[in-house]
């Protein structure tokens, strides 16, 4: 099915909020998920650099990580509100218990679900993850990938991610779970 048919073909009913660790392609995936579906894509890490004119990293290192997790429950409690569309949120935002709920009340979470080999490749070489900044970058993914996993598990439904898969593909894939919640996203008649 081309792009086009895809947009005119399917109702999205509820915001879909991506979730999972960073580098599971949250971004990348949530964008040509978005263009497939012909909806909004929705960015709470850019909503949140933009509201505060700095980025994720400086604001954790000026207000700290406790002041970063309450900015980014606001934000995503209100782009939840104001649109209907493709949202990806920070690796750490599932983690809230608050978060949690309050995407599946308003919305459906979708885990990309990359195994920690994928996402060491996919970061190792990027300066921009504040909580990877420290002398055991692995280490560290390692630690929060083996703390999260628990958490993501929880999500409403689950995309397993290959790194043979290409972006559009991953896109495709989480439509093909989508599909099986008429609730969230309906082929028209």
Request: glycine content about 14%; hydrophobic content about 50%.
């Given at each position: 099915m081309a792009e086009g048919d895809l947009k005119n073909s399917l109702i999205l009913k509820k915001t879909v909020v991506?979730?999972?660790?960073?580098?599971?392609?949250?971004?990348?995936?949530?964008?040509?998920?978005?263009?497939?579906?012909?909806?909004p894509f929705l960015?709470?890490?850019?909503?949140?650099e933009r509201a505060a004119n700095m980025t994720i990293a400086e604001?954790?290192?000026?207000d700290g990580e406790p002041f970063f997790r309450q900015k980014e429950s606001q934000v995503i409690g209100r782009l939840l509100d104001e649109e209907r569309g493709i949202l990806s949120t920070g690796g750490g935002a599932f983690m809230s218990a608050e978060n949690r709920e309050?995407?599946?009340?308003?919305?459906?979470?979708?885990?990309l679900n990359a195994d920690l080999d994928l996402l060491w490749n996919r970061v190792k070489h990027k300066d921009t993850r504040p909580l990877l900044r420290g002398a055991d970058p692995y280490g560290t993914l390692k630690r929060l990938y083996e703390t999260r996993v628990p958490l993501y598990a929880r999500a409403d439904l689950n995309v397993r991610s290959d790194k043979t898969y290409s972006v559009d593909m991953m896109a495709k894939k989480v439509i093909e779970a989508l599909l099986q919640r008429p609730d969230v996203l309906e082929k028209k008649e």
């Open positions: 991506l979730v999972g660790m960073m580098g599971a392609g949250k971004t990348a995936v949530g964008k040509a998920l978005a263009a497939q579906l012909g909806v960015d709470s890490d850019a909503e949140i604001i954790f290192e000026r309050m995407i599946s009340e308003r919305g459906v979470s979708v885990w």
